[in-house]
């Protein structure tokens, strides 16, 4: 904000909330129609961006607009801004730049220039910015009539459009989405997608029109036998692969609902664009061509949908995709001894009772995606999707109304919704026997990072609460597969999962995260039987990271420790302290409920507070002593042998006479100096510091390292993330001098997961105002105009850290269900508020009014037998 009058101006308009509360009482449908009526409040003050958050898209603020459609770990396509499909990524891994020439269109008969794509205008970057663009881009979808405004919403998982041109009179609204229902992890994991096409005569006449459907024959592959195969009212693109890559056998199918559907199997076959010369031709002549099936070499396929419509008379017609790719050629990471070989001796850790449902039932070179594990053809797919669409859109509806009804700020909403796209990206994987598995991010053909990383994944707070399961599951994986004899853990798990090796560090921070998580997810589930098969392994854990970190047991994490900056901190730093001292407390309250004797772990627990907040803490924000000597690590130029840093060169070793190892912060403010005591937080622990003193930590990283314009900021690193005019919360600052000549690499950086972690922290602090400022420095880069609203990127796209945004409906309502005590938590820092909750079973809205508490299921079922708010014991009303 510019001005302090401006902060308190927001601070007055706070209790506006976020989309409005008429949404949950409209009729549920799938056309974008259903949708409307959102409130567009809560305009960001300043001149960086004009569009209200939450609010439409529309001019240049389309530009970059890509949200994903899919399942999770199934693959997905993107619905740009303008209602183009793109990021055609279905084959178990991303591809960015799959631009597959799919698109569909309208003619009216008898209207001049009234043929075109259900598209508005192609955006100014398509013109030079793709692949391959400097040759013309011979043959692209982007050469053809186009509407002449376009505008687009969201309310995740549903993409609304809405297009307008005079020559044509008809008013046109598209839906794309695909099912999202929590708690339901197999329909939410389908490879499916659909577009709705809501076609309305605007015109005082009748008319005459034909809609299609059409796409080039994008699976085809060099010496592979490409087909389009008949399927009702569609067509299925067809790839057989070949023998030297069979991973590249691929089915996609496009159908409607509609019985008049006329079906061309091959485009024309000819030279040059011969085929889509062709396919244009007919639609634009308002034609139908119906053509039978070929054996091989059809260079795209289109289907028909000839109507009238009376004046004011309007017709849906749904698309419904799926696709089926059951191999894959991908597998990452170095596999450990086979599970069924691995003994203790070995290194391997058992795999207690009730742990090992998962790794006697999958045994494959390559990943192999959940989906091939219950379907076993496209057509199948295809069924199923035909046969329950409409429920699963009623389903997903539910989702929508839910999380949109919320009136908290609508920054934060914008931010929560728009992230959750990460689920339905290529980051995520699910394996053949079910199992999560993701990556970090997305490259633009590979997955960026590998193995659920956990240092990573500690950020993501909505797999956690929107499908639990899905979340053990990555605990089974980090506390059995990774984790050997010795309690060392593997922070990447191999793909497919298997017994992991162990020639690297630790992950300070994934390791003792983990631990928290796994008191988390006993809450959320509620399963006391699972918390005690998990506890021996949890101990293994933390008795390991006493061992390698505190191995003379003073409570004081000292020696160096990998962490999610990729390299390791030498000495205790005010982050890894707050991991440390909160996954002791973890342990302990998991250890006290089974009956253990858990003295060590309190006693370490309540030393490193202490040290904490009397040695690291310089007054206002926490710190790192660095420390080199009196360590049992060898010095850092012998164990730089086995850092991702590499090796030190003469210049580097006289750096570190001069000043120490390489990539530390010392005396530096750190965005994330603390985020172990929020990771506490939201797994529903207590501070395992004082509150003030994280406060004003908090506090401190809002004034030195929140920039409102990046202009003078000078970052060697990986500047796009944020640089120029834009703002943005920097990884670290040193305001009070000691920046070393090479501190941790990424330190100049900014990063939206760390933005939202900070921001969902100062909330939980009573800090409202300061987080919301992050808020809306963030969200202002990702406004469309340069960067896609529903793709954070770090290090690749749709990257998980960004998941930390889920965190900040806890932060501002205290919201918390605990389904051990069958407890409910509210701590509103916003006042009276509605917001989204889901649930280990049900999933539905909390409302706070004049103090006293409500809670409305929308779907399953949510079982309260104590509500405590703000401290003190209330009744649902």
């Known amino acids: ?520 997810e006993w809450r959320i589930s509620g399963d006391n039987a699972w918390v005690g098969t998990m506890f021996p392994l949890v101990k293994s854990s933390m008795d390991f990271c006493i061992r390698t970190w505190d191995p003379s047991e003073k409570g004081i994490l000292e020696e160096p420790h990998h962490n999610t900056y990729d390299i390791e901190f030498w000495g205790p730093d005010g982050m890894h302290m707050s991991f440390y001292v909160g996954a002791l407390n973890a342990l302990a309250a998991m250890g006290k409920f089974l009956g253990e004797d858990v003295g060590k772990y309190e006693q370490l627990a309540s030393q490193g507070k202490a040290f904490m907040e009397s040695e690291l803490y310089d007054g206002e924000y926490f710190i790192q002593k660095i420390k080199v000597d009196g360590l049992k690590a060898p010095n850092p130029i012998e164990a730089s042998a086995i850092s991702m840093g590499g090796q030190y060169s003469d210049e580097a070793r006289q750096l570190l006479e001069e000043e120490g190892p390489k990539y530390q912060y010392g005396n530096g403010c750190l965005s994330d100096g603390v985020l172990g005591a929020w990771i506490a937080r939201v797994c529903g622990l207590n501070d395992p510091i004082d509150p003030a003193k994280l406060k004003s930590h908090l506090l401190a990283v809002h004034k030195y390292n929140l920039k409102d314009n990046l202009s003078d900021h000078a970052n060697p690193q990986r500047p796009t993330f944020a640089l120029g005019d834009d703002g943005g919360l920097l990884l670290c600052s040193w305001p009070k001098g000691g920046k070393l000549s090479l501190p941790f690499v990424y330190s100049d950086e900014v990063w939206t997961g760390i933005e939202y972690q900070v921001a969902a922290h100062l909330m939980e602090m009573g800090a409202v105002e300061e987080g919301l400022e992050i808020v809306r420095t963030c969200r202002d880069r990702y406004d469309g105009r340069v960067r896609n609203p529903f793709n954070e990127y770090e290090c690749g796209s749709w990257y998980a850290r960004a998941l930390s945004s889920y965190g900040m409906l806890q932060g501002l309502t205290g919201v918390r269900y605990d389904a051990v005590d069958k407890t409910l938590y509210v701590d509103s820092r916003v006042g009276d508020f509605t917001s989204f909750l889901s649930t280990e079973k049900g999933f539905g809205t909390v409302s706070l009014k004049g103090g006293q508490p409500s809670l409305d299921v929308a779907h399953g079922e949510i079982s309260v037998d104590k509500v405590i708010v703000s401290g003190k014991e209330a009744a649902l009303v």
């Open 1 to 520: 904000m510019k001005t302090k009058a401006d902060r308190r101006r927001f601070l007055k308009n706070l209790g506006m909330g976020g989309v409005g509360a008429g949404l949950l009482s409209a009729e549920m449908s799938c056309a974008p129609n259903e949708r409307k009526g959102i409130a567009e409040n809560n305009k960001p003050i300043g001149e960086r961006s004009t569009r209200a958050y939450n609010g439409k898209y529309s001019d240049d603020y389309l530009s970059r607009i890509a949200m994903p459609i899919g399942g999770m770990g199934a693959g997905m396509f993107c619905l740009e801004g303008a209602g183009a499909i793109s990021h055609v990524s279905v084959r178990n891994k991303p591809d960015i730049f799959n631009e597959p020439g799919m698109f569909a269109a309208i003619s009216v008969k008898g209207v001049d220039k009234g043929a075109k794509v259900l598209e508005g205008p192609v955006p100014d970057w398509k013109k030079f910015g793709l692949r391959d663009a400097g040759n013309g881009l011979g043959g692209a979808i982007t050469g053809l009539p186009h509407f002449k405004k376009a505008t687009f919403e969201t309310r995740f998982p549903f993409a609304s459009i809405e297009l307008e041109d005079d020559d044509v009179p008809l008013k046109v609204e598209i839906t794309g989405w695909s099912p999202f229902i929590p708690g339901d992890d197999d329909n939410s994991s389908l490879p499916i997608g659909a577009i709705e096409y809501k076609l309305k005569n605007t015109g005082p006449g009748s008319v005459e029109a034909v809609f299609s459907f059409n796409s080039k024959n994008f699976l085809k592959v060099d010496k592979g036998l490409n087909t389009v195969k008949p399927i009702t009212n569609g067509f299925v693109l067809s790839e057989a692969g070949t023998k030297e890559e069979p991973s590249k056998k691929c089915d996609f199918a496009v159908f409607t609902n509609d019985a008049a559907t006329v079906v061309d199997h091959c485009w024309f076959r000819g030279g040059w664009w011969d085929p889509l010369t062709i396919a244009w031709n007919t639609i634009k002549n308002a034609e139908v061509r119906p053509v039978k099936p070929v054996e091989s070499g059809a260079p795209g396929a289109s289907l028909y949908v000839p109507f009238s419509l009376a004046a004011g008379q309007e017709k849906t017609i749904k698309v419904m995709m799926a696709w089926y790719s059951p191999d894959s050629d991908q597998s990452f990471g170095k596999m450990g001894i086979r599970a069924e070989d691995c003994l203790p001796e070995d290194g391997c850790a058992d795999s207690p009772d009730g742990l090992d449902k998962y790794d006697k039932n999958f045994d494959a070179k390559f990943f192999k995606p959940w989906y091939s594990s219950r379907f076993s053809s496209v057509n199948e797919v295809s069924s199923y999707w035909k046969d329950n669409y409409d429920d699963l859109c009623r389903k997903s509806d539910l989702f929508t109304k839910a999380f949109y009804v919320s009136t908290l700020p609508s920054e934060v909403v914008e931010a929560v919704g728009a992230n959750l796209s990460i689920l339905k990206s290529p980051t995520v994987q699910r394996q053949f026997d079910g199992r999560l598995w993701n990556f970090e991010g997305c490259g633009d053909s590979w997955g960026c990072c590998h193995g659920s990383c956990t240092h990573v994944w500690n950020y993501a707070q909505a797999i956690p609460h929107l499908f639990p399961a899905l979340e053990r599951s990555l605990r089974h994986t980090e506390f059995f597969e990774n984790q050997n004899a010795q309690g060392h853990q593997n922070f990447r798990a191999t793909s497919p999962i298997r017994v992991n090796d162990h020639n690297f560090h630790a992950a300070a921070d994934g390791q003792l995260g983990g631990i928290m998580k796994v008191y988390r």
